[in-house]
């Protein structure tokens, strides 16, 4: 088949939880303690070598606002990855994340490939939702779960590897 592989991504989630945050760690490599909101979405483009081929993420990353949720479907249809991000020291933002994972399930790509991402890690003493609640939900919703910080990178560029590793194989 063909190695080359185009992919495009969906970053969904509560405000505020680090989904720009964690492209911009991944694209750049870089973290602002002040990332500035997105307004709409914003499209990024990263390829990434994983074993038996390239893989180019064509990435959307949302702004997870009620009022724009409308929009989400636009981002999310065609999509053959999606990156649904809470933030583990709010548990307002996993309860978001499951509704995106509900809706995900029920509108999306059937074959879509859906990380939950718990991100902040680095925020240990604050932590609300433990890992050990989020992998079991991940678990019964075929998920791949892993908890990320776009602070200190850990895991970042693991999540979109798992999910390059992952995407259906043409
Ligand atoms: P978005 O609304 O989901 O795109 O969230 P942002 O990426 O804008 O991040 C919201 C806030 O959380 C910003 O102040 C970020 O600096 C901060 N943030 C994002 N990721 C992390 C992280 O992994 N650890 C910590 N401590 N702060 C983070
Ligand atoms: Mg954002």
Redesign the pocket.
Known sequence: GDNNINAKLV?L?????????????LVKGQ????????IGAAFFSQTLAVNDATVKFEIW?T??QERYHSLAPMYYRGAAAAIV?Y?ITSVDSFTRAKKWVEELRKQGNPNLVIALAG?????EDKRKVSAEEARAYAEENALFFIE?????A?NVNDTFYEIARRLPRA
């Not at 509560?14 to 492209?23: E, F, P, Q, T």
Request: overall charge negative; aromatic content about 6%.
């Open positions: 970053l989630g509560d405000m505020g939880a680090g989904k720009s945050s964690l492209v911009l760690r973290f602002l303690e002040f990332q500035e909101s997105t990353d702004d997870g991000v933030d991100n902040k890690a680095d925020l990320t910080s776009a602070k200190t850990i």
